[in-house]
């Protein structure tokens, strides 16, 4: 695929934002760590003493930082060649969660980021060229059309079963809950994100977007969407483990990106079969990359545990495997715990 100035401008914004939004998890997580030993009251089960950790907040910052690239390279390239470089944050988190939180990464986990940036380049090289857009009202008339509309009510529908139906029962225990409801936001915030930077490139090029309402609406659905978005990526990364929450949820937040992007922008209603076809080809790549990090991950759990203690059932194992996706241990030490405490623990959830 031949880029274009503006496609090469958006690669490469997409590439440092994936940069700090991976380095992002590891500082914010580290914050939640420190918020929740001090205050005793985890972000996972609706604590909020991590806003006064000071690097939480460099951990935000540097997630803003990631956001604003990954903001103006959707201005300068289309979706589905933007969003598939966020493979580069779960390579950047993966590797700074091994040193930094001690987050040990199976071997064949590092073969699953290789497959999941394989998977990513493919997009990339059957990626459509964008459309021109000429004005904010014209975007606006995508996103009002039936398709993209029965699109947001389904999305709205099963961002409300998940937090009000699913989070209570099965939100601590379940990675996808927490990550579905990111990801199914995160798809709109991203149409939203299309527009309002489409809008203000044309603003820049004398083309003044800001006098008409369909911008700030544009704008309100971004504040609205990544507020949530933050918020439910807290409580996934205070609950489970950064390895398994940043692959998770980049298959779903740009399965769901590229879908939407396909119904709202057309992106390929100008590339022919086998561009497509090579396209979702990649998608698969990628697809089986974050299984392979994800079951690895468990593999690499299981014969640590089974090393150190005696062997559990399976439902035992499953609720023992729990809060942080780490097994049994206390937030910012290493030692294991000791066999009366695992005793005490078994007895606890039988």
């Given at each position: 695929m031949g880029f274009s100035q503006d496609n090469l401008?958006?690669?490469?914004?997409?590439?440092?934002?994936?940069?700090?939004?991976?380095?992002?998890?590891?500082?914010k997580k580290k914050g939640l760590r420190r918020a929740a030993a001090a205050s005793g009251v985890r972000a996972g089960v609706?604590?909020?003493?991590?806003?006064?950790?000071?690097?939480?907040?460099?951990?935000?910052?540097?997630?803003?930082?990631g956001e604003v690239a990954n903001f103006v390279a959707y201005a300068f390239a289309p979706a589905v060649l933007v969003t598939p470089l966020g493979a580069l944050s779960i390579i950047v988190s993966a590797i700074l969660a091994q040193f930094i939180l001690k987050?040990?990464?199976?071997?064949?986990?590092?073969?699953?980021?290789?497959?999941?940036?394989?998977?990513?380049i493919?997009?990339?090289?059957?990626a459509p060229q964008e459309r021109p857009i000429s004005s904010v009202q014209e975007i606006w008339s995508m996103a009002t059309q039936p398709a993209f509309l029965l699109y947001v009510g389904s999305v709205i529908v099963l961002v409300f079963i998940l937090i009000f139906y699913f989070a209570p029962q099965c939100g601590h225990t379940n990675v996808l809950v927490f990550?579905?409801?990111?990801s199914l936001m995160g798809?709109?915030?991203?149409?939203?994100?299309?527009?309002?930077?489409?809008?203000l490139k044309l603003t820049f090029e004398g083309k003044n977007q800001l006098i008409y309402p369909e911008t700030w609406s544009f704008m309100f659905v971004v504040a609205t969407c990544v507020i949530t978005q933050m918020n439910y990526l807290n409580k996934a990364l205070d609950t489970f483990n950064t390895a398994i929450v940043s692959p998770i949820y980049y298959v779903m937040f740009?399965?769901?990106?590229?879908?939407?992007?396909?119904?709202?922008?057309?992106?390929w209603d100008n590339q022919d079969a086998g561009s497509i076809i090579s396209g979702i080809c990649g998608f698969v790549v990628v697809?089986?990359?974050t299984i392979l990090l994800h079951v690895t991950k468990d593999l690499e759990r299981s014969s640590s545990f089974r090393g150190n203690y005696m062997p559990l059932s399976p439902s035992l194992s499953a609720r023992l495997c729990g809060g942080n996706g780490d097994f049994l241990k206390h937030d910012e030490e290493d030692e294991p715990y000791s066999e009366e405490a695992c005793s005490r623990q078994q007895e606890l959830y039988s």
């Amino acid at each position: 695929m031949g880029f274009s100035q503006d496609n090469l401008k958006g690669f490469v914004l997409a590439l440092l934002s994936s940069a700090f939004i991976g380095a992002s998890f590891i500082i914010k997580k580290k914050g939640l760590r420190r918020a929740a030993a001090a205050s005793g009251v985890r972000a996972g089960v609706g604590g909020y003493s991590y806003l006064l950790e000071p690097l939480w907040w460099l951990g935000m910052i540097t997630m803003i930082i990631g956001e604003v690239a990954n903001f103006v390279a959707y201005a300068f390239a289309p979706a589905v060649l933007v969003t598939p470089l966020g493979a580069l944050s779960i390579i950047v988190s993966a590797i700074l969660a091994q040193f930094i939180l001690k987050e040990k990464l199976h071997k064949l986990g590092i073969l699953g980021c290789v497959m999941c940036i394989a998977g990513s380049i493919i997009i990339v090289i059957h990626a459509p060229q964008e459309r021109p857009i000429s004005s904010v009202q014209e975007i606006w008339s995508m996103a009002t059309q039936p398709a993209f509309l029965l699109y947001v009510g389904s999305v709205i529908v099963l961002v409300f079963i998940l937090i009000f139906y699913f989070a209570p029962q099965c939100g601590h225990t379940n990675v996808l809950v927490f990550t579905g409801i990111c990801s199914l936001m995160g798809s709109l915030s991203v149409m939203s994100v299309k527009a309002l930077g489409t809008s203000l490139k044309l603003t820049f090029e004398g083309k003044n977007q800001l006098i008409y309402p369909e911008t700030w609406s544009f704008m309100f659905v971004v504040a609205t969407c990544v507020i949530t978005q933050m918020n439910y990526l807290n409580k996934a990364l205070d609950t489970f483990n950064t390895a398994i929450v940043s692959p998770i949820y980049y298959v779903m937040f740009t399965t769901l990106t590229i879908f939407a992007s396909v119904i709202m922008f057309k992106d390929w209603d100008n590339q022919d079969a086998g561009s497509i076809i090579s396209g979702i080809c990649g998608f698969v790549v990628v697809l089986s990359g974050t299984i392979l990090l994800h079951v690895t991950k468990d593999l690499e759990r299981s014969s640590s545990f089974r090393g150190n203690y005696m062997p559990l059932s399976p439902s035992l194992s499953a609720r023992l495997c729990g809060g942080n996706g780490d097994f049994l241990k206390h937030d910012e030490e290493d030692e294991p715990y000791s066999e009366e405490a695992c005793s005490r623990q078994q007895e606890l959830y039988s």
